[in-house]
T-cell receptor, first 114, second 112 residues
Framework: EADIYQTPRYLVIGTGKKITLECSQTMGHDKMYWYQQDPGMELHLIHYSYGVNSTEKGDLSSESTVSRIRTEHFPLTLESARPSHTSQYLC?????????????FGPGTRLTVT | QKEVEQNSGPLSVPEGAIASLNCTYSDRVSQSFFWYRQYSGKSPELIMS????GDKEDGRFTAQLNKASQYVSLLIRDSQPSDSATYLC????????????FGQGTRLTINP
């Protein structure tokens, strides 16, 4: 079944640690996105990719980085976690060339930095 | 003005009634709109999209788009307790048709 996956679902980690949030999709989509969402607040786009070797920064300034070496995989890395990074991180994908863009979301990773 | 604006609620509706959710938008978004439903602690789920003026119906859901007044709405008929969630309005950004701009969401509670 075509789907979008995120791991881990929950992560509690100490300040200064390096972490990678994984996102994979079997939807056959070319475009992928990372959003950050605090409880009760709107989604903010932090990174997106239109395909392999394509990455762009989103509207929200972020200290994270992303890579897109394979179509189905779009990991997000924080080199040095801080308490201000505590949030929910949502990965999404959409089909290339489909306009307008219907995006489909993964289950999310809830990150807590202590 | 924000690109996409919603009343954050909470909006409380009795079971079986029609729930009406509204969203206004600025000139900084394009003409494609989406409604997502987000249960507490879960990720957003796409429930409706609308691109043309007028109404679009899908089961108990009807999306309405009025480009002249720059608003889009979602009607939920025969509301059920399972409809209790936050509803996010989104629009494509003029910076790129593949980027979405989200409103802050309206929290809807259906009372049995």
């Amino acid at each position: 079944e075509a789907d979008i996956y995120q791991t881990p679902r929950y992560l509690v980690i100490g300040t200064g640690k390096k972490i990678t949030l994984e996102c994979s999709q079997t939807m056959g989509h070319d475009k992928m996105y990372w959003y950050q969402q605090d409880p009760g607040m709107e989604l903010h786009l932090i990174h997106y990719s239109y395909g392999v070797n394509s990455t762009e920064k989103g509207d929200l300034s972020s200290e994270s980085t992303v890579s897109r070496i394979r179509t189905e995989h779009f990991p997000l890395t924080l080199e040095s976690a801080r308490p201000s990074h505590t949030s929910q991180y949502l990965c999404a994908s959409s089909e290339y060339g489909s306009s307008p863009a219907e995006q489909y979301f993964g289950p999310g990773t809830r990150l807590t930095v202590t | 003005q924000k690109e996409v604006e919603q009343n954050s609620g909470p909006l409380s509706v009795p079971e079986g009634a029609i729930a009406s959710l509204n969203c206004t938008y600025s000139d900084r978004v394009s003409q494609s709109f989406f409604w997502y439903r987000q249960y507490s602690g879960k990720s957003p789920e796409l429930i409706m999209s609308i691109y043309s003026n007028g109404d679009k119906e899908d089961g108990r859901f009807t999306a309405q788009l009025n480009k002249a007044s720059q608003y889009v709405s979602l009607l939920i008929r025969d509301s059920q307790p399972s409809d209790s969630a936050t509803y996010l309005c989104a629009a494509t950004s003029i910076q790129g048709a593949q980027k979405l701009v989200f409103g802050q969401g309206t929290r809807l509670t259906i009372n049995p």
